[in-house]
């Protein structure tokens, strides 16, 4: 089956800095991109959705200037939380459809961002 | 605005027992719903999904789903679950109007006992 990997899967770093989060969809190209966000015993939030050379769109709520989407390839389509802060550590999921409808999505196995 | 609720936020059952999930959406037009399965430590992996035709779907893993209407609910059923069914279960839906949006519920972990 069609397989998404995230890198890193953890990482912890220090309070304004940026962290960069990679998506990749490894047996397919993903036309479509998707990026959420799971907070502890909560359920997975839609951050924005990416399609391959154009701007990401992001969901109502979701600051654009402090997390950076860019989906320059095919396959690749990265996050970087820009001027980290402890209230955005939190898991970060994505995941990838080659389906114009997005009906069918891979998911990869989320990214564990701890910010002290 | 499209929402989901599952009532159960952990279900701890024993082998063999029969497993019931519930899952209520709220969208005014058609939708497509989903479930997905979380095992400890892997990604999210699709069950079932459901789009239109009839309304009983069955999964992988003996996993079926059925949707009502009327009730805008789409509950996951399984007659016998195994310990390997220890996981968390997620509803999801996509209405007909939100491109490709899916909005999750809140997740049920499922623990079964050997």
């Given at each position: ?42 359920s997975l ?6 399609n ?12 654009k ?52 | ?7 159960n ?60 209407k ?15 069914d ?15 949006r899916l909005?999750f ?10």
């Amino acid at each position: 089956g069609a397989v998404v990997s995230q890198h890193p899967s953890w990482v912890i770093c220090k309070s304004g800095t940026s962290v960069k989060i990679e998506c990749r969809s490894l047996d397919f190209q993903a036309t479509t991109m998707f990026w959420y966000r799971q907070f502890p015993k909560q359920s997975l939030m839609l951050m924005a959705t990416s399609n391959e050379g154009s701007k990401a769109t992001y969901e109502q709520g979701v600051e654009k200037d402090k997390f950076l989407i860019n989906h320059a390839s095919l396959t690749l389509s990265t996050l970087t939380v820009t001027s980290a802060h402890p209230e955005d550590s939190s898991f970060y999921i994505c995941s990838a459809t080659d389906d114009p409808r997005g009906d069918t999505q891979y998911f990869g196995p989320g990214t564990r961002l701890t910010v002290l | 605005a499209q929402s989901v609720s599952q009532h159960n936020h952990h279900v701890i059952l024993s082998e063999a027992a029969s497993l019931e999930l519930g899952c209520n959406y709220s969208y005014g037009g058609t939708v497509n719903l989903f479930w997905y399965v979380q095992y400890p430590g892997q990604h999210l992996q699709l069950l079932l999904k459901y789009f239109s035709g009839d309304p009983l779907v069955k999964g992988i893993k003996g996993f079926e789903a059925e949707f009502i209407k009327s009730k805008f609910s789409f509950n996951l059923r399984k007659p016998s679950v195994q310990w390997s069914d220890t996981a968390e279960y997620f509803c999801a839906v996509k209405g007909e109007t939100s491109g490709s949006r899916l909005t999750f519920g809140e997740g049920t972990q499922l623990t079964v006992n050997p």
